[in-house]
């Protein structure tokens, strides 16, 4: 076998027995992609760590973040690594091999002032204004991702307004339930009432766009830039900034990392600890403000 199909014989691997989501896919065979431009016509085989090493020095020139370097190079290893279980590679060239680090920044959240500003403004008289209020409130309810927003379907038992719970499956196809408060559910019945209204016949889609079909990431993200430019909160809020929004409040008010880690879905505890630095800055900014001797004179 050659190695365009080494590579496309990982991936499919990877698709059917890791269940890997759509996106890591991608980014997988994207990363695949890469090595196979750089190596050129060098083959998989002969690829050794000072390639390698070479390869991460071209690409961070470029510009690709030590974030982006650390998945490509997470990529590669794990391509080695089959290659090395499934067709006798002796030596895996990227083990040992590091990204450089790039500045770490913080997730941006929205304050508790501002979350209630921006979904109160939202009015739910037309179908499409109670679908945008519906899905708003139910990011910032449940801190679900976009995916797992967009990928919820009306009769598969996984919402239960009832109950007060949402069921989705995240990264790494894990699944979590998460409560859903109070607004939230009110504005989901709203929504469920006026859905037939914009839903295509037999579409399971808990929220659709403009055809009637399952509403994409794109038309979520335009929706929530518009409300959040009308109520001056400018046009970069995005929907990840609510899940962001939810940690943050949620870990403010009970102190609780571990439960926050669970309703985010976070493999690691160390995913989940950012949060507590955007808690500490929101205290800062309180200290600032308000301790006499904070502030210069």
Known sequence: MN???????????LEHQRRLSAHTLANYSRAVG???????????RDVDTR??????????????????????????????????????????????VRAPKSPRYLPKALS?????????????????????????????????????????????GRLDLKQGEVTVTGKGAKTRTVPVGARARDALRDWLKSRALLAAPQERALFVGARGRRI???????????????QGLGASVHPHMLR?????????????LRAVQEMLGHASISTTQVYTHLDFQALAKVYDAAHPRARKK
């Open 3 to 13: 190695d365009s199909g080494l590579g496309a014989a990982w991936l499919e691997t």
């Open 34 to 44: 890469v090595l196979f431009r750089l190596k050129e016509k060098t083959a998989l």
């Open 51 to 96: 390639q390698v090493r070479r390869f991460v020095a071209q690409l961070h020139a470029a510009g690709l973040s030590g974030r982006s370097l650390a998945l490509t190079l997470s990529a590669w290893r794990g391509l080695y690594k089959w290659l090395a279980r499934q067709h006798g590679f002796s030596a895996n060239p990227v083990q040992g």
């Open 112 to 156: 508790v002032e501002q979350a209630q500003q921006l979904l109160e403004s939202v009015p739910a008289e037309t179908p499409e204004g109670a679908r945008d209020r519906a899905m708003f409130e139910l990011l910032y309810s449940s801190g679900l991702r976009l995916a797992e927003l967009i990928a919820l379907d009306t009769e598969d």
């Open 216 to 230: 994409a990431p794109g038309t979520v993200q335009a929706r929530l830039r518009v409300w959040a430019k009308r």
């Open 244 to 256: 962001h929004s939810f940690a943050s409040h949620v870990l403010q008010s009970s102190q609780d």
